[in-house]
């Protein structure tokens, strides 16, 4: 089985080293590892990331036959985590809900990156909520969060290699 690979993020400089875009940066980080993996291909969609939906549908609809792969930003985990779910809600995030909204299921796997606040796992920081989302998610990426994503990227990509070789429930098995 083919499982087709897709990092939400928003195009262009403008928006290409946010939080919001940290899949799309992760990627990056392991981008040649994933093309050679043979069971998994990368689609990017080049719409904004609320706006996700009607690309993958359309790149689903004429790719029949593969696991579909999601790959975004979460507030609500801790900076420098990940985790791997299948059938879930959108969280409350856009992007995933356009991707539902238009395949007309949740039925896909979902890589979760974390963007929270430096001190989640302490309890020292809570997820931004309300107004302060926006700021958060589209603020640039420092230095120390693109060091955080490096580490997490070995292992964000021995979980993918599970998940095509193995399924999406080792993956969680061992991953979460």
């Known amino acids: 089985?083919?499982?087709?690979?897709?990092?939400?993020?928003?195009?262009?400089?403008?928006?290409?080293?946010?939080?919001?875009?940290?899949?799309?940066?992760l990627l990056h980080t392991i981008y040649q590892d994933v093309i050679a993996l043979s069971s998994v291909e990368v689609f990017?969609?080049?719409?904004f990331m609320?706006?996700?939906g009607k690309a993958v549908s359309d790149y689903m609809r004429y790719h029949e036959g593969r696991e579909?792969?999601?790959m975004y930003d979460d507030k609500d985990l801790a900076y420098g985590t990940f985790r791997i779910s299948y059938d879930r809600g959108d969280g409350?995030?856009?992007g995933v809900k356009s991707i539902i909204e238009s395949l007309g299921t949740k039925d896909f796997i979902r890589m979760r990156i974390g963007i929270g606040p430096k001190g989640m796992l302490e309890g020292a920081a809570k997820a931004p909520h309300g107004e302060e989302v926006q700021d958060y998610v589209m603020g640039h990426i420092h230095a120390d969060e693109e060091e955080e994503l490096r580490v997490i990227a070995p292992k964000v990509l021995a979980a993918l290699k599970t998940i095509a070789e193995r399924g999406y429930q080792k993956?969680?098995?061992?991953?979460?």
């Open 50 to 52: 609320n706006e996700s």
């Open 44 to 47: 990017v969609p080049e719409t």
């Open 1 to 25: 089985m083919i499982h087709t690979l897709v990092p939400l993020g928003n195009p262009g400089n403008k928006y290409a080293n946010t939080r919001h875009n940290a899949a799309r940066v």
């Open 68 to 70: 579909l792969v999601v």
């Open 92 to 94: 409350g995030h856009n």
């Open 171 to 176: 993956a969680m098995e061992v991953y979460n």
